[in-house]
């Protein structure tokens, strides 16, 4: 990733970690920016075993689920899948009014993220 990444990618193992950078993701630049990274973990990289941990993410724009979506469909094409951890229940609140919580799996922490790949 490039010195001005929106996102902090480590693994562990065969599963990679990403922690996003932003309290807010709301701007359609911003949200396009991450949308190429993560895109470009699976697309480029191949990466299989995704987790997205929430941790810093306070807001994040109606346009980033579909960010979201189309990253999940990503790895479910290459066997894949992706999973969140550490939603605060505002965020978690978003996907539920959406009906979007039974498309994604969610974990307290990322320790039981982790765990959900084992």
């Given at each position: ?5 929106r ?5 562990i ?12 993701i ?15 973990l ?18 994040m ?17 290459l ?11 505002d ?7 959406t009906g ?13 993220a ?5």
């Open positions: 990733m490039s010195g001005d990444s996102l902090l990618v480590q693994g193992g065969d599963v990679t970690i990403i922690n996003f950078q932003d309290a807010s709301l701007d359609t630049l911003l949200i396009q920016k991450i949308a190429a990274e993560l895109y470009g699976v697309d480029e990289k191949a990466k299989r075993k995704i987790i997205l941990d929430f941790t810093t993410v306070k807001y724009a109606s346009q980033t689920l579909g960010v979201l979506l189309t990253l999940q469909k990503k790895a479910r094409t066997k894949g899948k992706v999973v969140f951890c550490s939603l605060k229940p965020l978690m609140k978003v996907f539920k009014i979007l919580e039974k498309m994604f799996e969610f974990y307290d922490d990322e320790t039981k982790l765990d959900a790949f084992r």
